[in-house]
């Protein structure tokens, strides 16, 4: 059974960093393809970031230059480092595996475009 599980999230002032990990258990990192999600209240989920192995990360508008996604083969982990946080950042956090198609830009938390999420991890940026 494959599971995906966030941690890392928490309250920051703006400007402030966190580092979300994703552990994947029971799932191979070979030829691994993960994305990094948000959703904010009252939307869906918004891509963040994407990541094929062995493959430069995607990034979306937004979290060029702020964001950065990696993955740790040795500890089944994908880490999204988030520094120069802004209160629209404030989000639950899922990661999520195994797309059908190319990384959709906007979908429901939890679609079956992607095979399997994790349950989210909030992160809330506010002074």
């Known amino acids: 059974e494959v599971r995906l599980v966030e941690s890392g999230g928490g309250s920051v002032q703006p400007g402030g960093s966190l580092r979300l990990s994703c552990i994947a258990s029971?799932?191979?990192?070979?030829?691994?393809?993960m994305a990094w999600y948000r959703q904010a209240p009252g939307m869906e989920c918004e891509l963040v970031s994407g990541?094929?192995?062995?493959?430069?990360?995607h990034y979306e508008d937004f979290a060029k230059g702020r964001f950065t996604m990696s993955q740790d083969n040795a500890k089944s982990t994908v880490y999204l480092q988030m520094n120069s946080l802004m209160p629209e950042d404030t989000a639950v956090y899922y990661c999520?595996?195994?797309?059908?198609?190319?990384?959709?830009?906007?979908?429901?938390?939890?679609?079956?475009?992607?095979?399997?999420w994790g349950q989210g991890t909030q992160v809330t940026v506010s002074s």
């Open positions: 990541l094929i192995s062995n493959e430069d990360p």
């Open positions: 029971g799932y191979s990192f070979d030829n691994s393809e």
């Open positions: 999520a595996a195994d797309p059908n198609s190319p990384w959709a830009a906007q979908l429901p938390c939890g679609d079956d475009e992607f095979r399997y």
